[in-house]
């Protein structure tokens, strides 16, 4: 059994690793690709594997993209930071998915499912997508918070941005509160409109009115400076540049 995994987390794909190497060592693992390019071309001078473990948030986009330029009839099962409502849903079509950190006996019975060919080899990925990108009716127009023992309602319009710290997701409203949310910040960004909310890196998810000033930076890289954050050296990647213009000029 050949098996190729695409995680651009290295202590996920790591981790993964060492698990399918101890609960199925007759498996060969033949790669870890770590974004939707590198996949793409990887796909197009290779032969399929027999199994594809594959995370879903990679650092350039949603990894449903591979699929759609290349088409597959290799099983995949999908790695995912999404509560576990969208995995039920997910699992309804057919196609598996793991909850990060994955559980090693749910990984020993997606691997089993694969082995008694019960993973079908089509992938629906407007449903998949859709599970992924809610309408606009679906976006969160508040958020609950807790702070000791008592609970309060955050509106999307007091948030200046949320941020990722040590696994954490913060909320940070306009007045200088902070928040813990329960959560990733990739979930969170499901939840929020997109003409409101822009992705600038890995560790921030920023309100437009939360954006105070924008620099030019080396290698054709922004810096941005947010209101309210300690934070000066807030980098938006060369490769979300155009976007990220697109989103202030809208």
């Known amino acids: 059994m050949r098996i190729l995994i695409i995680e651009d987390e290295k202590p996920a794909a790591n981790l993964l690793k060492m698990q399918i190497k101890k609960h199925f060592p007759e498996a ?3 790669g870890n690709l770590d974004s939707i390019s590198t996949s793409i071309t990887w796909f197009q001078q290779n032969s399929a594997p027999d199994l594809i473990f594959c995370d879903i948030q990679l650092a350039d986009g949603l990894s449903f993209e591979i699929f759609e330029k290349i088409r597959l009839s290799t099983p995949i099962i999908f790695t995912t930071a999404f509560d576990q409502y969208a995995i039920k849903a997910f699992q309804v079509n ?4 793991l909850l990060k950190p ?5 990984l020993a019975r ?8 019960q993973i079908r080899s089509t992938i ?4 998949l997508k859709s599970l ?5 009716s679906a ?7 807790r702070y000791g023992e008592k609970i309060q309602s955050i509106s999307v319009s007091e948030i200046s941005y949320f941020s990722s710290e040590e696994r954490i997701t913060f909320l940070q409203t306009f007045e200088g509160k902070k928040f813990v949310l329960e959560g990733t910040l990739e979930q969170t960004e499901s ?7 822009f992705r600038l890196n890995r560790k921030y998810l920023s309100s437009l009115d939360a954006i105070d000033e924008v620099f030019s930076y080396s290698n054709s890289r922004l810096k941005v400076t947010l209101k309210n954050c300690g934070d000066k050296d807030i980098l938006v990647s060369r490769e979300k540049v155009t976007d990220f213009k697109s989103w202030l000029d809208q």
């Open 132 to 136: 992924l990108n809610p309408t606009k």
């Open 124 to 127: 629906e990925l407007d449903v």
């Open 110 to 117: 997606a691997v089993d499912k694969f082995k008694n060919s």
């Open 191 to 197: 939840l929020v409109n997109p003409a409101s909310f």
């Open 139 to 145: 976006y969160k127009s508040r958020f609950l918070v």
């Open 28 to 30: 060969e693992l033949i």
């Open 102 to 106: 994955i559980d090693p006996v749910d």
């Open 94 to 97: 057919a196609v598996d998915y």
